[in-house]
């Protein structure tokens, strides 16, 4: 008796592996939903898109900004000054070590950029930061991209409460530029 139960057990799961089992044979029309399809549109062999690059004089938004940390350039939209807009270009400065030089940390580097900022927020804006309802923000380069070559520090200005920003906040007279600098302060 005991080998029948072992038969019928066996013959039991036979059956309700065939009852779930789809029996016909594929036909000719077989659907044209492939859901390990991928979208035509999204070829993931190509690299997202870059970031953009800024220059004095650019307008823009970003998807997410803390005060006092460097504002990555993946989120960043580029608009027209006339609109409303977070943070306007007033400086680049680029940091003069040579190719090839270590990282100098993070905190060196947001010196660096704190100190170019700071420096050429007057003669860019017309008003002595401390007296001005304006602050700063930066984008410059991590240990990542500093590796690949980044020397660059954009220097954005936004109002100091948040509040959108309308038309050029540059000073008409500034001739503010992008800046080599033969040595780093500090």
């Keep these: 008796m005991r080998l029948g139960r072992r038969t019928l057990v066996a013959a039991c799961a036979l ?18 939903f492939n859901p390990f399809a991928t979208n035509s549109s999204f070829d993931a062999s190509e690299p997202p898109a870059p970031p953009p690059t800024l220059a004095v004089g650019d307008c823009f938004n970003t998807d997410h900004f ?3 940390t460097s504002i990555d350039l993946h989120g960043v939209q580029l608009v027209a000054c006339a609109d ?21 940390g993070d905190e060196a580097m947001t010196a660096f950029a704190d100190d170019q900022c700071l420096a ?20 410059k380069p991590d240990a990542a ?3 690949h070559g980044e020397r660059v520090v954009v220097c954005a200005v936004h109002d100091t409460n948040f ?11 500034s001739s503010s530029t992008t800046t080599s600098l033969a040595a780093k302060s500090g």
């Design 15 to 32: 059956v309700a592996v065939a009852a779930c089992s789809d029996s016909k044979a594929p036909s000719a029309r077989s659907s044209a």
């Design 163 to 173: 509040a959108e920003l309308t038309g050029s906040v540059r000073a008409t007279t």
């Design 84 to 104: 409303a807009h977070q943070h306007e270009v007033y400086a680049v400065a680029r940091d003069p070590d040579r190719a090839g030089a270590p990282y100098p």
């Design 145 to 147: 991209g500093w590796k």
């Design 66 to 68: 803390a005060p006092g």
């Design 120 to 139: 050429a927020f007057e003669p860019a804006l017309g008003v002595d930061y401390r007296k001005s309802n304006l602050d700063f923000a930066v984008v």
